[in-house]
């Protein structure tokens, strides 16, 4: 597996260097809050782990599963496969995400939960890749670990065809890996 990435982007070293810095900064401002932390599915699983071991204090955890339609038609259109397991009213919610791309996923994510009326809500995404941004987005992200270059990485939660999602590290793939 480690022989299709060309270029390691983000070390382990600089992944936990990185969760730490945010945790830091989540508990500065949710210490005495109980956050919800919701994580979507199915990227953020080894990030949505490091951050809530490294948050120190009180929390509970929650999961959201969204995917665009496929087919023909697909325009960016999101469906939820699975919500939130919680009542989330008045409740301080803090979105974790792999990947803040075209920010398709993170506006509808953002619209879907505002609407169950939380009494705060932020995001805090592991990876920014501003480039790609679809322009019209006006979602922000409130807490961003790495901003990186248009190039699509594998890895620490990433996937391409589902496959290098368990590497440690965030890399870019070969180039033949896509071709074969
Ligand atoms: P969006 O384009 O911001 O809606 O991101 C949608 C999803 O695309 C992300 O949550 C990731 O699952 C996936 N994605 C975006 N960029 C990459 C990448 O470079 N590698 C792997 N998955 C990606
Ligand atoms: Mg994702």
């Known amino acids: 597996m480690r022989n299709d990435i060309e270029q390691i982007l983000i070390t382990e070293e600089q992944i936990r260097t990185k969760v730490r810095e945010l945790a830091d900064l989540l508990q500065e401002e949710y210490a005495d809050k109980n956050p919800l932390f919701v994580g979507v599915l199915k990227g953020v699983v080894p990030f949505f782990a490091d951050m809530i ?6 929390c509970e ?20 496969r699975q919500d939130v397991t919680r009542d989330i009213k008045g409740r301080h919610v803090v979105i974790l995400e792999d990947i803040f791309d075209t920010g398709n996923s993170l506006e509808f994510t ?4 505002l609407a169950k009326k939380p009494a705060s809500l932020k995001i805090c995404t592991f990876l920014d890749k501003p480039e790609r941004r679809r322009p019209g987005v006006t979602v922000k992200a409130d807490y961003v ?3 990186i270059p248009n190039a699509f990485v594998v890895g620490y939660g990433l996937d391409y065809n589902e496959k290098y ?16």
């Not at 071991?53 to 009180?58: I, L, S």
């Not at 955890?61 to 939820?80: E, H, P, Q, R």
């Not at 590497?167 to 896509?178: A, D, Q, R, T, W």
């Open 165 to 180: 999602r368990n590497l440690p590290f965030v890399g870019i793939l070969k180039p033949e890996v896509y071709e074969k």
């Open 61 to 80: 955890i929650d999961f959201m599963w969204i995917s665009s339609y496929s087919g023909a038609n697909s325009t960016g259109k999101m469906l939820v």
């Open 110 to 113: 953002v619209s879907h939960l």
């Open 145 to 147: 670990g790495y901003t």
């Open 53 to 58: 071991r490294a948050f120190n204090g009180p």
